[in-house]
């Protein structure tokens, strides 16, 4: 196949049940505070003193500083969001609206680095292959793009719904595709034999709720999500090494560059729309929002502000 080895029928059907299951994980700790505490703070205290221990020895494909890193930083997220979401002192904060921009940005930037860093690498590279070239650096420039991009954090809000999700009108759907086809892009060049699981089904376990379930809550999905794929695949590490259900990427040069010149020029368009809108309508990114003469940043402030015990 183009991107991946191939795929048997069980390998498949775990890919679904691997995307069903971080849809359910996330629904069930954004809809309930103590399952969410449970998760993003009770857990990580535990596990590195006890399953993390065997697992991310020397060698292992988990066991490197940026898998540390992306685990921290992501639950560092979950756990910043549930203090904005939880307290109406922090949420009206105008200051501490940027921890979530922040974050999002150190966490892109996590990865842009490694981009960079994998350019130079051809071979095994802690416990999988790895082929570096051009493709790195086009991503890398993608990431940085997006960083860029980010915009509107003084707009985010707290839903008045009983789930009070944390939401942020002006991340809209196209700089999630944007970041989707970036990170994809990422995990297939660094990470290339986990990407069939942390690239594809990881990303749209957090964009199809922002699309269909959450729309806002983008930010909120993905720090979710990313928490518990991390804590899983640092616990079960072979499960995407040599368990049964590995896929493995086909290391295709072509497909390599393809997938970051995508991701690039989706990155180029965000970026060139995003500065037009500024430029014409004489807009401050960082202190002001981009995007609120939209419909879809108006329906996502409408929803946000409309409380619903049912949900």
Not at 111 to 118: G, I, K, T
Not at 194 to 204: C, D, N, P
Not at 226 to 232: G, H, K, P
Not at 266 to 281: D, E, G, T
Request: net charge positive; glycine share 6%; with cysteine.
């Amino acid at each position: 196949m183009f991107l991946f080895e191939s795929i048997p029928w069980y390998s498949a059907l775990m890919w679904f049940a691997v995307l069903g299951g971080l849809m359910l994980a996330n629904e069930l700790s954004r809809r309930n505070k103590y399952i969410a505490i449970i998760s993003f703070i009770v857990l990580p205290i535990i596990l590195p003193f006890t399953i993390w221990q065997k697992t991310t020895v020397a060698g292992s494909s988990v066991g490197t500083w940026f898998h540390w890193a992306k685990v921290y930083s992501a639950l560092a997220g979950c756990v910043c969001f549930m203090a904005l979401r939880y307290s109406k002192k922090l949420n009206q904060n105008k200051y501490v609206l940027a921890f979530p921009a922040i974050i999002l940005a150190i966490n892109i930037m996590e990865a842009v680095v490694r981009d960079f860093q994998c350019y130079k690498f051809n071979g095994i590279v802690d416990g999988m292959m790895t082929i570096g070239g051009s493709w790195n650096i086009m991503n890398g420039i993608a990431g940085i793009l997006n960083i860029i991009t980010i915009s509107g954090f003084v707009g985010i809000i707290i839903s008045k719904e009983k789930n009070k999700d944390m939401l942020w009108p002006d991340q809209l759907w196209f700089w999630i595709i944007a970041y989707d086809l970036w990170n994809f892009a990422y995990v297939y060049n660094c990470v290339s034999d986990h990407a069939f699981y942390a690239g594809a089904a990881l990303l749209l376990s957090c964009t199809i709720p922002a699309f269909f379930i959450k729309k806002g809550a983008w930010l909120q999905h993905r720090a979710h999500t990313l928490a518990f794929w991390m804590m899983f695949v640092m616990s079960f590490p072979t499960f995407v090494d040599t368990s049964k259900f590995a896929v493995k990427s086909s290391h295709n040069t072509t497909a390599l560059f393809i997938v970051s010149a995508l991701a690039l020029a989706a990155n180029v368009l965000v970026f060139v729309y995003h500065f037009y809108k500024i430029f014409k309508h004489k807009l401050n990114p960082i202190t002001g929002e981009v995007h609120a003469d939209l419909d879809a940043y108006k329906e996502i402030v409408n929803e946000g502000s409309v409380a619903n015990t049912n949900n």
